[in-house]
């Protein structure tokens, strides 16, 4: 019985907060990453207060991210950041909850010129999660010595969200679904100004204009492909496309007049 009861004894019940804190570093550092979750969140719970407390609740966050369980992570850099809004170091803890999300990224990223791959079965909800946590440390955090890391990332962000919507309307267009192209073309051009993939959003438009026989607004989008990008590749490629019967007939009764 008495081999029993020692057993159960709980060998951290002496243990300081720094002792926790050292064990949890200690396990980090050798990978045990188990480990450090559970004296990072035995010394919270029983030294609630206080800078090792403190340090526990956004190391932990890390240590929940190197066990391969971002949710978790992400959970405790967002309660981080309720708790103590005005600690030195919760831009910090913006800046990992975006890199978190950031990293989700790649699997989205992957498959996003994945031709048989479904555009609409690709959920960006990573994407603008990271792009919302860089822009919120950026805005408040200015100074921040993860702000010029986190605008980089930004401008990335803002073009793959943009490549996502591209990508959606072709998947439309193929599908003849030319109504649905438009308006994720309508998108980027709203949302996406500055990106790159304007300019293939302007061509998707007109070309699911044109298959809807809509000429008018398919010339609108023309002149303003024209008026934006000059020497574009779909210039060249639209102006070489040979024309219809129907527009030879009305050009030789033009001539014969």
């Given at each position: 019985?008495?081999?029993?009861?020692?057993?159960?004894?709980?060998e951290?019940?002496?243990?300081?907060?720094?002792?926790?804190?050292?064990?949890?570093?200690?396990?980090?550092e050798?990978?045990?990453?188990?480990?450090?979750?559970?004296?990072?969140?035995?010394?919270?719970?029983?030294?609630?207060?206080g800078?090792?407390?403190?340090?526990?609740?956004?190391?932990v966050?890390?240590?929940?991210?190197?066990?391969?369980?971002?949710?978790?992570?992400?959970?405790?850099?967002?309660?981080?950041?309720?708790?103590?809004?005005?600690?030195?170091?919760?831009?910090?803890?913006?800046?990992?909850?975006?890199?978190?999300?950031?990293?989700?990224?790649?699997?989205?990223?992957?498959?996003?010129?994945?031709?048989?791959?479904d555009?609409?079965?690709?959920?960006?909800?990573?994407?603008?999660?990271a792009?919302?946590?860089?822009?919120?440390?950026v805005?408040?955090?200015?100074?921040?010595?993860?702000?010029a890391?986190?605008k980089?990332r930004?401008?990335?962000?803002?073009?793959a969200?943009?490549?996502?919507?591209?990508?959606?309307?072709?998947?439309?267009?193929?599908?003849?679904?030319?109504?649905?192209?438009?308006n994720?073309?309508?998108?980027?051009?709203?949302?996406?100004?500055r990106?790159p993939?304007?300019?293939?959003?302007?061509?998707?438009?007109?070309?699911?204009?044109?298959?809807?026989?809509?000429?008018?607004?398919?010339n609108d989008?023309?002149?303003?492909?024209?008026?934006?990008?000059?020497?574009?590749?779909?210039?060249?490629?639209?102006?070489?496309?040979?024309?219809?019967?129907?527009?030879?007939?009305?050009n030789g009764?033009k001539?014969?007049?």
């Open positions: 019985m008495s081999g029993c009861a020692s057993l159960d004894e709980d951290t019940k002496d243990w300081t907060p720094q002792r926790f804190y050292v064990e949890a570093k200690e396990a980090m050798a990978g045990q990453y188990d480990s450090a979750i559970k004296n990072y969140e035995t010394l919270e719970a029983r030294f609630p207060y800078r090792y407390a403190e340090q526990a609740q956004l190391e966050a890390y240590a929940y991210f190197k066990n391969e369980e971002p949710e978790l992570a992400i959970a405790a850099a967002e309660r981080f950041i309720r708790l103590h809004p005005a600690h030195p170091h919760v831009a910090y803890a913006y800046y990992f909850k975006g890199i978190i999300y950031f990293n989700e990224k790649k699997s989205f990223i992957s498959t996003l010129f994945d031709a048989s791959t555009a609409t079965h690709r959920n960006p909800k990573a994407i603008r999660s792009f919302n946590s860089f822009q919120e440390l805005e408040r955090f200015p100074e921040s010595r993860y702000a890391d986190a980089k930004l401008a990335f962000l803002f073009d969200q943009a490549r996502y919507e591209i990508n959606v309307a072709k998947f439309y267009y193929k599908k003849e679904a030319y109504v649905a192209a438009v994720r073309t309508k998108t980027v051009l709203k949302k996406y100004q990106s993939a304007i300019e293939d959003a302007l061509w998707l438009q007109l070309m699911s204009y044109q298959k809807m026989g809509m000429s008018a607004l398919e989008t023309l002149r303003v492909l024209q008026a934006n990008f000059p020497k574009s590749k779909y210039l060249i490629k639209h102006l070489s496309t040979p024309v219809s019967d129907e527009e030879n007939e009305e009764d001539q014969a007049s």
